[in-house]
């Protein structure tokens, strides 16, 4: 394990975040607020990482474990100097990790019980954390330093894992950079369409930070809602429905070629999801909403799908029925190569088709049966790769919900704070539902969650490979 370059990266990603901290302090002199606890903050994590080494040489080969590790350790060192500001606006050090883990994770849960009584700029670093989570600070710490190209490709499949792949260019740099284009286009696309809807300059930046990440973390307490805009909901909806899909067909549509699009299995059955869900729970609403219903259910269903979070309704109060549909779409997430959390619809598609066939096997042992994606064979060992996958999910969620019971919370608290946690989802149900936070859980319950938003974020491998006693042997 060579320590040393281990360092000197992770040094790098924190010399950048350190960077990154002069924005809401810009943010915080517009607003005349205080500027000191991003003054601190970013001093403290941009004297790390220099510490931890200035020089990056090149590096023709970084083995797949030294990967592995840059990931798991820089991105909990990035939350864990991500946390300062808070602790500097006077936050407990282990809610403001859990903050700063929410946002950089993505994962939109928040242990603020009075969000308008923050500032402005904390609140900005806050949505922002989550917009330089959405698409990867390692992934654009590869865009912007070339030298690390070739041998960041176990870097790259580590930060954004996907079952199938879908290589973009060449060379790795080149490809982080055109995901990161893409990213900022469509923020940039987003939030002026939030502007000219009415919202502020503020307002509009905050809320495209935390939909083009599926974040959830919004300025306000009432989330989407505080705008009563069904313009707003419109935008925000089609853009979490964009960031929910796979980065590289958005690429590929901008290139001209929107039958990517249209003939991606993943993503037919992403709408097909988000059509079927919103019919059953629009069916359930009708009584009590009317049309309004149609409105109140697609939004819901796509922020949680999404793994985004917002809300335009204390969808909490809605019918166990729907609460059950939302949960389980807590589970799916979006599509591979997105910005969403949870386990990817890729992935149940997959495991929906790879359980087909040994049910169809169980009749006719003797047939060959390849399990296909499109037009593509998918070979056995990522089929072997996406089962593990799923059982270890099912697993850390089963453990996180039992130690979370044990800590004076009831099952359905206890099992969609798990579940929303681990999918990088936000909100849960009953004691964490979208009308209430996280500050009441118990200091231990917050350790498992901040595990869960951290291993979740990394698709599972990425964290639980560092407790294997032999990644650490020469």
Not at 51 to 74: C, M, N, Q, W, Y
Not at 181 to 195: C, I, K, N, P, Q
Not at 243 to 257: E, M, T, Y
Request: hydrophobic residues 55%; glycine residues 8%; charged residues 15%.
């Amino acid at each position: 394990m060579n320590y040393i370059t281990i360092t000197r990266i992770v040094g790098s990603v924190l010399r950048f975040v350190g960077v990154a901290m002069l924005v809401p302090l810009a943010v915080a002199l517009i607003y005349g607020e205080n500027c000191d606890p991003f003054l601190k903050s970013a001093a403290i994590t941009f004297t790390v990482g220099i510490a931890l080494g200035l020089k990056t040489h090149e590096i023709d080969d970084l083995p797949i474990r030294e990967s592995f590790a840059i990931v798991a350790f820089g991105w909990f060192a990035v939350a864990l100097f991500g946390s300062l500001p808070y602790v500097f606006s006077g936050i407990q050090p282990l809610d403001a990790l859990f903050e700063s883990m929410a946002g950089f994770t993505t994962t939109g849960s928040t242990i603020l019980p009075d969000i308008e009584a923050h500032s402005m700029s904390l609140l900005f670093w806050r949505s922002f954390t989550q917009w330089l989570g959405g698409m990867g600070i390692v992934v654009l710490f590869i865009a912007i330093l070339p030298k690390l190209a070739v041998a960041g490709r176990d870097l790259f499949r580590a930060e954004v894992p996907d079952p199938i792949g879908d290589k973009l260019q060449p060379r790795l740099g080149q490809s982080a950079k055109i995901l990161w284009s893409v990213y900022m286009m469509l923020s940039l696309a987003e939030a002026v369409a939030l502007r000219l809807s009415g919202m502020s300059v503020y307002d509009a930046l905050c809320t495209t930070f935390s939909t083009m990440s599926t974040g959830g973390f919004s300025p306000h307490g009432e989330s989407i809602a505080f705008f009563g805009s069904p313009a707003i909901e419109i935008i925000v909806m089609f853009f979490m429905i964009v960031a929910g899909a796979n980065f590289a067909l958005h690429f590929w549509v901008l290139r001209g070629d929107p039958k990517r699009l249209l003939y991606d299995p993943e993503f037919r059955l992403y709408l097909a999801i988000i059509s079927c869900a919103t019919l059953l729970i629009t069916i359930m609403l009708w009584r009590s909403s009317g049309i309004h219903s149609i409105r109140l259910a697609l939004f819901q269903v796509v922020s949680i799908i999404t793994t985004t979070g917002f809300a335009t309704a204390n969808f909490d109060a809605w019918s166990s029925t729907a609460r059950i549909i939302l949960f389980v779409l807590m589970f799916v997430g979006g599509c591979a190569g997105s910005t969403s959390g949870g386990m990817k619809v890729v992935r149940i598609l997959l495991l929906t088709k790879y359980g087909y066939r040994e049910l169809f096997r169980s009749i006719h042992p003797r047939a060959i049966l390849p399990v296909r994606l499109g037009r593509r064979m998918v070979p056995q060992n990522v089929l072997e790769s996406i089962l593990s996958f799923f059982i270890l999910y099912i697993l850390i969620f089963a453990v996180a919900s039992l130690i979370l019971s044990t800590l004076n919370m009831d099952i359905v608290s206890a099992t969609s704070a798990a579940a929303t946690t681990l999918g990088n989802v936000g909100p849960g149900f009953n004691m964490l539902g979208p009308a209430m936070h996280f500050g009441g859980v118990h200091p231990i319950g917050k350790l498992v969650l901040i595990m869960c938003m951290w291993i979740g974020r990394l698709e599972i491998f990425t964290v639980l490979v560092l407790l294997i006693p032999d990644f650490w042997k020469k």
